[in-house]
């Protein structure tokens, strides 16, 4: 079964521009990496673009590397091809790749494309090693509205209008809003995907347990193995952090919970699993304050609801539901963040208050899910389960707007699209983004 993944569009509009020349997809194990290329380099060859194709596991690949870093060089001009288009996947296993990848695409003009399972290797030494020829753009495992859109229940163009709305806020009165269709199927798919998750083999299972032996596979294949060395503490950690999902998180905790006390031990897991893409982070918003204040809260959020399954439960309670639900943003809004050019960041806000009498930093009670800064532009965001938004409280929300001057608010539930312009609220279908 093909379901069309939105960063095709992406990949291809980069790949076809003249401004621009190779991209780099990071993403973790089994979320779809090779397959998009695959599609994209057909459609490449659809533009004209002669392929060669390389793999990072192939040994005799990595010696031809080894021993000449004008190897694809030398496969290009041996074919002759005046438009040609490199793909390496897994370039991580071989540094030489990218001696080999510049000069082909120095001394011919290739496009490319290199791809891997180590996303820190690919954001950092990837990145450094072709400067200013490649755009990074991540890659997640399936969203819900691809899934939707896939299966007709959900056009595929209300991402679009999401990312258009984060990248350019503007006045609500101006908005002009895409209303997808409500229907009883879509309950479905959310269910089930907030406990398989949306790596594409384990979405296509028959069943929960072929899923889950799929996402099993993937754990213990690429979480695991980002370790030189494991104890025993450490599959205790990951499951704290899936118990604790999308919740705040303090070391008191952990050490109530685990058998470890030592904070060393946990941020190694907790650095790995983030530079390695399985884990995200996000801190209170602070505005100016951050300049002479910090915290030590945080929020942690796995990738995909799948891997919180595996080391959790598979009947997760409402409640379970609604910080899944909350992490799967966290991923969305990861990837939208990722496409647009100016300075972003991404936190959840606690209101907090500067003690007159020793400086000190005090938080109050509410709390609002995320908070969206691109450039100077400010976004709260708020993520709720209900379908009905007249049950949604939206006063916290509101006192952002007016206290940083934000265009809106945005509650992304399970409702349709409406537009309150009196209290500057955009309510939003969680499952278009």
Not at 221 to 233: C, H, K, L, V
Not at 328 to 350: C, G, M
Not at 414 to 427: M, Q, Y
Request: with cysteine; aromatic share 10%.
């Amino acid at each position: 079964m093909h379901i069309y993944r939105n960063n095709i569009r992406l990949l291809k509009s980069i790949l076809l521009s003249k401004s621009s020349h190779g991209v780099i997809l990071p993403g973790i194990v089994g979320c779809g990496k090779t397959y998009l290329l695959g599609q994209v380099c057909r459609d490449l060859g659809q533009e004209g673009y002669r392929l060669f194709q390389y793999e990072g596991d192939d040994s005799k690949f990595r010696a031809r590397v080894r021993g000449s870093s004008t190897c694809i060089l030398d496969d290009i001009k041996s074919s002759g091809a005046d438009k040609p288009f490199v793909f390496v996947d897994e370039v991580q296993k071989e540094p030489e790749i990218f001696d080999a990848v510049k000069l082909a695409h120095d001394k011919s003009a290739a496009k490319f494309a290199v791809s891997g399972s180590n996303p820190a290797f690919l954001r950092t030494i990837a990145s450094d090693k072709l400067q200013r020829r490649a755009q990074v753009v991540p890659q997640f495992p399936l969203s819900m509205q691809e899934i939707l859109a896939h299966n007709q229940l959900c056009d595929d163009g209300v991402c679009r209008d999401f990312l258009n709305i984060i990248s350019d806020p503007q006045d609500l009165s101006t908005y002009k809003p895409v209303r997808p269709k409500l229907v009883d199927e879509i309950t479905a798919v959310v269910k089930r995907y907030l406990v398989v998750g949306g790596l594409p083999q384990a979405w296509l299972a028959s069943d929960l347990k072929s899923a889950m032996t799929v996402v099993k596979l993937v754990a213990e294949s690429g979480i695991t193995e980002t370790y030189q060395t494991t104890i025993a503490a450490d599959d205790e950690i990951r499951q704290f952090l899936a118990d604790r999902n999308s919740q705040e998180f303090t070391y008191k905790g952990v050490q109530q919970s685990l058998r470890t006390t030592k904070r060393t031990v946990v941020d190694r897991v907790i650095d790995h699993l983030m530079n390695h893409g399985y884990l995200f982070k996000k801190t209170p918003y602070l505005d100016a304050v951050s300049t002479t204040h910090s915290t030590y809260f945080a929020t942690y959020s796995w990738v995909d609801p799948g891997l919180v399954s595996y080391y959790s439960t598979t009947t997760p309670s409402s409640q379970e539901l609604g910080f899944r639900l909350e992490s799967y943003v966290h991923t969305r809004l990861v990837d939208y963040l990722a496409q647009i050019p100016q300075k972003s960041s991404l936190y959840y806000y606690k209101p907090f208050t500067i003690k007159p009498s020793n400086d000190a930093l005090s938080f109050g009670p509410g709390e609002i899910d995320f908070v969206i800064k691109i450039g100077r532009a400010v976004i709260p965001v708020e993520v709720k389960m209900t379908a009905r938004h007249a049950e949604i409280d939206t006063g916290l929300l509101e006192d952002f707007v007016k206290k940083y001057g934000s265009k809106f608010g945005i509650v992304l539930y399970g409702g349709s699209t409406i537009v309150d312009l009196d209290r500057k609220i955009l309510f939003l279908p969680y499952w278009s983004i």
